[in-house]
């Protein structure tokens, strides 16, 4: 984080995120009168730190005041609030100033998006997000192309309704292959000691099959009806996805 800069002075700041009062009585000028132990000797000002104390304590925070001696970083650091009550006290230029300041800091900290271009591990891992988003991307495009595949495909088809066999021809498998599919996965049937294939209701309904009946003339003259099962367009355009993409059903 970039330092609080006030009238040329570098504020210092703790582990806890605290600012340095003496830093900040420096900047004001440094006036006997405005030392940091007059200004918290004020009733005041103690009774700001207690309500400041008692609401960090309900919230798991830092205390808003704390004193450093260890050699090197000696002096009392404070909560935001109270730095701005300490310029308050001192005057209102000065409160100004630490206003404008901090404002400044907020508005120059990096956007939380923002990467160092100038950091090989940021782009490192930009590189990976990069290699993950592409690879989405592309499972779509695949997603995507199976469907244009099948439009393809039935737009070579001839149209209308097709038998099994034919259908089989346009998807590019065996007949046999189509048969075991469709009733793998509960598109036709057979009835008990029937010979020929059925379509489920449901898939009637849905007009991925028909059955087709006419009449034919037996050897005898005699006439027999015959059901045919057909593939509708729309059966034909799901099952085209479907050989491309083992799962779907």
């Not at 294939?197 to 059955?211: C, K, P, S, T, V």
Request: charged share 20%; with cysteine; proline share 4%.
């Amino acid at each position: 984080m970039r330092d609080l800069v006030i009238a040329d002075t570098a504020i210092r700041t703790d582990s806890a995120g605290r600012y340095c009062l003496n830093d900040l009585h420096r900047a004001s000028g440094a006036e006997t009168k405005h030392r940091p132990s007059t200004w918290l000797q004020n009733q005041q000002t103690q009774a700001l730190v207690s309500e400041l104390a008692a609401d960090g304590a309900s919230r798991n925070s830092v205390t808003p005041l704390a004193t450093v001696n260890d050699g090197r970083n000696n002096g009392t650091y404070v909560a935001k609030e109270l730095v701005y009550a300490y310029a308050m006290w001192i005057s209102p230029a000065f409160h100004l100033k630490v206003i404008r300041a901090y404002d400044a800091l907020v508005t120059q900290q990096p956007h939380p998006g923002a990467i160092d271009i100038r950091d090989p591990k940021q782009l490192a891992i930009v590189a990976l997000q990069l290699v993950e988003v592409n690879r989405d991307l592309q499972a779509k495009v695949d997603t995507m192309q199976v469907a244009v595949d099948a439009h393809h495909r039935i737009a070579k088809a001839s149209a209308g309704s097709r038998c099994v066999t034919d259908a089989a021809k346009d998807l590019q498998v065996r007949p046999k292959d189509l048969f075991s599919w469709l009733s793998a996965n509960r598109w036709i049937y057979r009835r008990p000691g029937g010979s020929g294939w059925l379509a489920y209701q449901d898939r009637i309904q849905a007009g991925l099959l028909e059955h087709k009946v006419h009449t034919v003339e037996r050897p005898d003259g005699t006439d027999k009806v015959v059901e045919n099962l057909l593939v509708t367009p729309k059966g034909l355009a799901k099952l085209a996805v479907a050989f491309r993409t083992p799962n779907a059903a």
